[in-house]
């Protein structure tokens, strides 16, 4: 049995500096190869599902396919809504077994951000079981339903996410400090670490309260990577290279065996080439035998 929610397994990556993977899947063979990864390395694990897979996919269909995976591995596993900005949607996932909801009201006024991330977290929190991440300031670059212009990105405040974390509750928090969704426009984009410093140091520096989560990982640089776990950066989402690896693999299986008629090899062949990279994420969140 290897259900488990964001929070029990950030708590303890936060204190020992290393970061648990949070990579998007669109479909069940991703999912299986990202699980396959984590098993064969021994570290936990996050699955996240953005709001459009997760409705063509069907949530109930996910919630039953993550309950059979995590209860038959050793791992701990979460299942966890990505950037949702529908209130009932999250509550109605948390209905169904996923045990770790984002609601992103990052967009809204300051106090409308915590009025809905309150909502969304006395839901769960009533169920039992089910952590919730809200994020403050804006993360850029496109997420699914979130799209953000660059230049109206805002950073997380510091002193307001203290505030944010003490009158919602919220068990992590996603802070804005420069890094963007999507892929990179430069190879050293701006991240404000000595802003991720302050807010880990304000919310986590007596004891882990409140796992920190860092968005858009994909192309940055290992050395921002490294740097951001270390400074207490829990929770490392991983999107867009998941998706690039899946098209990728895809068509280079096609483009080879143009005339074979064999979806199971092909699916052999993307699962592994998914696999293969994620192992690459673990081994650089340093996440592997942490399980
Ligand atoms: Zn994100």
């Known amino acids: 049995m290897a259900i488990v929610n964001a929070k029990e397994i950030l708590i303890p990556a936060t204190e020992a500096k290393y970061a648990v993977g949070a990579f998007n899947i669109t479909n069940i063979i991703q999912m299986e190869a990202v699980v396959d990864a984590h098993v064969e390395m021994k570290a936990p694990l996050i699955i996240q599902v953005s709001v459009t897979p997760s409705k063509f996919l069907g949530q109930d269909v ?71 991440e809200g994020e403050l300031g804006t993360v850029s670059g496109v997420e699914d339903q979130v799209v953000v212009a660059e230049d109206a990105s805002q950073l997380c405040d510091p002193e307001q996410a203290l505030i944010f974390i003490e009158e919602t509750g919220v068990d992590l928090l996603a802070p804005a400090i420069g890094t963007a969704h999507g892929v990179y426009k430069t190879a050293n984009p701006k991240v404000d670490f000595e802003r991720f410093a302050r807010i880990a140091e304000m919310v986590n520096g007596k004891s882990a309260r409140v796992p920190l989560v860092v968005h858009g990982g994909t192309g940055l640089p290992e050395d921002y990577v490294r740097k951001l776990v270390a400074l207490g950066g829990a929770k490392f989402n991983v999107s867009t290279d998941l998706k690039h690896t899946w098209i990728d693999a895809v068509h280079t299986y096609i483009s080879a065996h143009r005339d074979e008629y064999d979806p199971g090899k092909l699916d052999v062949y993307a699962r592994n080439s998914t696999k293969d990279k994620v192992k690459e994420w673990i081994a650089l969140f340093g996440s592997a035998g942490k399980a």
């Open 62 to 132: 996910l919630a039953a396919v993550y309950s059979t995976i995590a209860e038959n591995v050793s791992i701990p596993i979460c299942l966890h809504l990505d950037h949702c900005r529908e209130v009932d949607y999250c509550k109605s996932c948390a209905d169904m077994g996923w045990t770790n909801i984002m609601i992103d009201a990052s967009r809204l006024p300051f106090e409308q951000n915590i009025q809905q991330t309150k909502e969304v977290v006395d839901h769960c929190h009533a169920l039992g079981g089910i952590s919730v």
